[in-house]
């Protein structure tokens, strides 16, 4: 139950760093506005052109999300501006796309390197979960770390209460 719990709170942990620290949700609603408008964009081009297997918006749609995936595609545009579109947005989609994912990852690791207060949790979590193997100097060394750590929460607690109090005065 703890060990679910914990990868629970970690992954929550990766979902929010994604959502605040990496441009993932945006360059994802970025990609789905391109999909849409250069499937509009095929579908008008190929609007009324002779032996046009893409005859419907969903046609556009469908062929945006086979052409983007690389699944292959059956159907091509006739005409030649249908043609430059879909390869824009080929192009442009997939550098979209996996530029997100390398991103994302990227930022996700490297995260934790510009966050020192993270290390210092992940020791002090080691620690505990490490408590029976450690020896009595490491005990006392954890011992004097907390209580060091806790003497500096209650000071900057202190500090935030007096800016509050001295910030409501002023107004």
């Known amino acids: 139950m703890v060990h679910r719990l914990r990868r629970y709170r970690r992954f929550s942990i990766f979902v929010k760093d994604i959502w605040a620290h990496t441009p993932f949700?945006?360059?994802?609603?970025?990609?789905?506005?391109?999909?849409?408008?250069?499937?509009?964009?095929?579908?008008?081009?190929?609007?009324?052109?002779?032996?046009?297997?893409?005859?419907?918006?969903?046609?556009?749609?469908?062929?945006?999300?086979?052409?983007?995936?690389?699944?292959?595609i059956a159907d091509t545009p006739r005409s030649g501006l249908?043609?430059?579109?879909g390869g824009v947005w080929i192009v442009v989609g997939?550098?979209?796309?996996?530029?997100?994912?390398?991103?994302?990852?990227?930022?996700?690791?490297?995260?934790?390197?510009?966050?020192?207060?993270?290390?210092?949790i992940d020791t002090i979590e080691y620690n505990l979960e490490q408590l029976n193997e450690l020896t009595i100097d490491e005990l006392d060394l954890l011992k004097e770390t907390v209580d060091t750590l806790?003497?500096?929460?209650e000071r900057l607690k202190i500090k935030q209460a007096n800016q509050r109090a001295s910030g409501q005065s002023s107004q």
């Open 94 to 120: 997939s550098m979209l796309f996996f530029g997100t994912i390398v991103a994302t990852i990227t930022t996700y690791f490297m995260r934790p390197m510009q966050r020192p207060g993270k290390r210092i």
């Open 82 to 85: 249908a043609l430059a579109i």
């Open 150 to 153: 806790i003497v500096h929460v």
């Open 25 to 72: 949700v945006r360059m994802v609603l970025l990609l789905i506005a391109l999909w849409l408008v250069s499937a509009a964009a095929i579908y008008l081009a190929e609007r009324g052109v002779p032996g046009a297997s893409i005859t419907g918006l969903g046609d556009a749609l469908y062929w945006g999300v086979a052409a983007f995936s690389t699944a292959g």
